[in-house]
């Protein structure tokens, strides 16, 4: 009953807690066969913070699915030596190397059976910070608040929120561990909703500045979405292989189980975008070769069975279409993606590459995309090109930015780089795009500009040798490009997006990424949204 009187939260962290006391202290086996001796350790040492079911608590969650960025031998040394700035305390005088070994062994083996994360789950861990009705209905803060920008601290896991005219820093505040993917923001730039590797949804009141609420959606998840009004949110996860649909106020509205047409194979989510034009979100499944569209219009169209996900309902039979998936079915699937302006197109790849295009209307495949590697499709910007619309993304594999005719599909060029990036960055106020090197061996450290009508790399801006220099945003009116020196000790650099000089260094721990209020919320061309 004391836990039960726990916020969520608290009894998050104190449920492994106690649970590692008790099995420390009543359990038989903690002087059985060393073959246990992992699962013994996990206990003592990790549980009161990674959770006794390893799905995370203070800590990350240490299940392989979400260890995949970590390499194994960099784990053994973070268990040995401990993480700075963070509370990961050092094991390697208490443990040996082999039971530090065993110990690495142990979190990178997947839980059998997959753990699960309910609709109950969802719904405790919801956490209430502050009463919306003490919010104040217009900005604490002078500066401009559709020029803010919310830069993304992966180094010490904080935000911070920058005055977009001054570039000064107004406020900083501590976020969930390892945040990913763009922060969405609501049409009227009030609320930003950030969403974490291990599952949480933190929505943050930009006005006010402050944390309004948060849940914890999945265990292991991609990226959220949010609808310009603010009211539905929507979760794409891997584990559970689940879409999480909830309410402005980070109440569960549905767990959606993704599953093919017959219900037979489940999927992982790959991502989820909101569609503006389409009243919906749009989803990309990555072990099904389905996208899926979910209508937040209460007034929907009703669904004809045979486009739904309810596989069990009779032939003939219509669902709601509010909140119910419609599927378009292809022939591979589709792992990152670009949408066109008006939302009709995406522009698809797997991870192999192969490139399609999908309309959304007529729900199927209406070309192929003649792509190699692996393309980041997902950074893909747009812009007027001699009087035809084209895209850019750059590709994770191969050392080039490949610009495409959006008219006929058709590779207008590739762009030598220094080597494979990860973000491709502009405004459409700019002639300039620019892109990092990030996924390269020896030039990481070089943003690269290219010149968006001779399609031309025109400049290099350097940070030293070894350093990573990437993710760039734009302020509102394009005239500054802010950079992220990606580095623990690291900064946003500054440069003027016209002489392409240094302006000013903000220092950062580690920015991982820059979001802009306005380039946001109008679906600045330049910018992925
Ligand atoms: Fe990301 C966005 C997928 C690894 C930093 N990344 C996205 C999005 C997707 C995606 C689908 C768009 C979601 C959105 O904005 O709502 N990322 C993937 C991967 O599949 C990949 C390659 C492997 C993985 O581990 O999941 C991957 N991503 C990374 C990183 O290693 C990065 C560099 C560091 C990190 O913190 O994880 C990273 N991803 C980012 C960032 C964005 C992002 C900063 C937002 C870009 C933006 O400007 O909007």
Redesign the pocket.
């Known amino acids: 009953p004391r836990l039960a009187a726990l916020r969520p939260s608290a009894r998050l962290f104190a449920a492994p807690l106690l649970l590692a006391a008790a099995f420390v202290t009543f359990n038989p086996s903690a002087r059985a066969a060393d073959s246990d001796a992992p699962s013994r350790h996990y206990q003592q040492y990790c549980a009161s913070c990674h959770g006794a079911d390893r799905l995370g608590g203070s800590g990350p969650a240490l299940l392989p699915e979400n260890l995949?960025?970590l390499r194994k031998e960099e784990a053994l040394e973070v268990i040995r030596d401990g993480r700075a700035a963070t509370q990961m305390a050092a094991f390697g005088a208490t443990l040996k190397a082999d039971e530090i070994a065993a110990l690495g062994a142990l979190i990178y083996t997947p839980v059998v059976p997959a753990p699960k994360w309910s609709e109950a789950d969802i719904r405790a861990s919801r956490i209430q910070h502050v009463d919306p009705t003490t919010l104040a209905a217009k900005p604490v803060f002078d500066a401009d608040p559709m020029n803010l920008f919310v830069v993304?601290e992966?180094g010490d896991h904080h935000v911070s929120v920058l005055d977009g005219d001054k570039l000064e820093p107004i406020h900083r505040f501590a976020s969930r561990l390892?945040?990913?993917?763009?922060p969405?923001f609501t049409k009227d730039g009030r609320f930003v909703f950030f969403?974490s590797?291990d599952g949480w949804v933190t929505k943050y009141d930009l006005w006010n500045l402050k944390v309004v609420a948060e849940v914890r959606a999945g265990i292991n998840t991609?990226?959220?979405?949010v609808s310009p009004d603010g009211r539905h949110v929507a979760v794409?996860n891997y584990l559970p292989h689940t879409l999480v649909l909830l309410d402005g106020d980070l109440n569960l509205l549905k767990s959606i189980d993704v599953t093919d047409r017959e219900g037979k194979r489940s999927s992982r989510v790959?991502?989820?975008?909101e569609a503006t034009p389409r009243n919906a979100f749009v989803a990309a499944l990555k072990d099904v070769p389905e996208v899926w569209e979910i209508s937040y219009d209460p007034a929907a169209e009703e669904i004809p069975i045979g486009h739904v996900h309810d596989y069990k309902l009779r032939e003939g039979a219509f669902v709601r279409g509010y909140l119910n998936p419609r599927r378009t079915e292809l022939a591979q699937v589709l792992?990152?993606f670009f949408f066109t302006q008006d939302y009709s197109t995406v522009l698809g790849a797997s991870r192999e590459g192969v490139g399609q295009v999908v309309n959304l209307d007529v729900r199927r495949k209406i070309a192929d995309l003649p792509l190699d590697g692996m393309p980041?499709l997902?950074?893909g910007i747009t812009w007027e090109w001699q009087g035809r619309r084209v895209m850019a993304s750059t590709n994770?594999k191969a050392a080039e930015v490949t610009v495409i005719d959006l008219q006929d599909w058709s590779v207008v060029k590739r762009i030598p780089t220094r080597g494979p990036g990860?973000?491709l960055?502009s405004h459409e106020n700019s002639r300039y795009a620019f892109v990092d090197s990030?996924m390269s061996r020896d030039a990481k450290n070089i943003l690269q500009v290219i010149d968006k009508q001779t399609l031309e790399i025109v400049r290099e801006l350097k940070a030293a040798p070894g350093q990573t220099l990437?993710?760039v945003?734009f302020t509102r009116d394009g005239r500054y490009a802010l950079a992220s020196l990606w580095e623990m000790d690291g900064a946003l650099v500054v440069y003027d997006a016209q002489t392409l000089e240094e302006v000013k260094r903000l220092p950062m721990k580690k920015p991982?990424?820059?979001?802009n209020v306005w380039n946001?919320t109008m679906r600045e061309e330049g910018?992925?949204?």
């Open positions: 995949v960025r993304v992966g390892a945040l990913h993917g763009g969405k969403g590797r991609r990226n959220v979405a794409a790959s991502a989820v975008y792992d990152d980041h997902g950074s994770l990860f973000f960055r990030m990437a993710h945003e991982v990424g820059k979001y946001k910018t992925s949204h």
